[in-house]
């Protein structure tokens, strides 16, 4: 046995082989090299995940506000088509109602132009939502450029219903669905 341990007298103490004590300590030095390596990961999973969470909490809260913005913004513009055959002169005479009671409100969309998350939401869904503004926005530019409810009057408040139903029934889904499949995602992450 000692011929076996000669080459391994540098970790002799005192004189004599202490194995036990050598092996003892390489398990310790083995173990906390590998607690170290699973703390390490743990740390980073739970980053990525709460990364992850503020994201998609993020995301969630920008859609959920678009949405009640242009929900609102539909149905002003209903309400403007709905309204215009009874009053178009409130359209073409300048001094009866002024073209600043004629808006939208575009606070959330422009604001998104700000947020990071911005283009984390569907890009379909901002598209539309970009469509729908320019669209109704030309179209009541050109109601204010008549001075009657005349051929191309008729023809912008038919364009402004055909888009009021394109966003309504193509846009709004979308966003409503996005929005869900968001907050299922954030519930599951929750459990």
């Known amino acids: 046995m000692r011929l076996f341990l000669s080459p391994f007298r540098f970790l002799s103490i005192s004189g004599k082989p202490n194995i036990e004590f050598w092996f003892t300590q390489c ?17 980073f999973r739970i980053a990525v995940d709460f990364d992850r969470y503020q994201s998609l ?10 949405e009640a ?10 309400q403007w088509i709905a309204e215009y055959p009874e009053a178009p002169m409130k359209w073409h005479a300048r001094e009866l109602t002024p073209e600043a009671t004629h808006r939208l409100d ?14 984390e939401v569907h890009p379909e869904i901002i598209t539309g939502v970009r469509r ?10 050109s109601l204010f450029q008549q ?15 055909q888009q009021v139903a394109a966003a309504r029934n193509d846009i709004l889904p979308k966003l409503r669905g996005e929005i869900e499949t968001l907050d299922a995602e954030l ?3 929750m459990d």
């Open 57 to 66: 909490s993020d995301v969630s809260y920008l859609e959920k506000s678009l």
């Open 106 to 119: 575009d606070m959330v969309w422009s604001t998104m132009r700000y947020s990071p998350r911005t283009f």
């Open 147 to 161: 001075q009657s409810a005349n051929g191309y009057s008729r023809r912008a408040i038919e364009n402004m219903k």
């Open 132 to 141: 729908f503004y320019t669209g109704i926005e030309a179209q009541m530019t």
């Open 27 to 43: 398990i310790i030095l083995a173990s906390t090299v590998l607690g170290v390596y699973l703390a390490s990961f743990a740390g």
């Open 69 to 78: 913005e242009f929900v609102d913004n539909i149905e002003r513009v209903e």
């Open 187 to 189: 519930a599951e992450m």
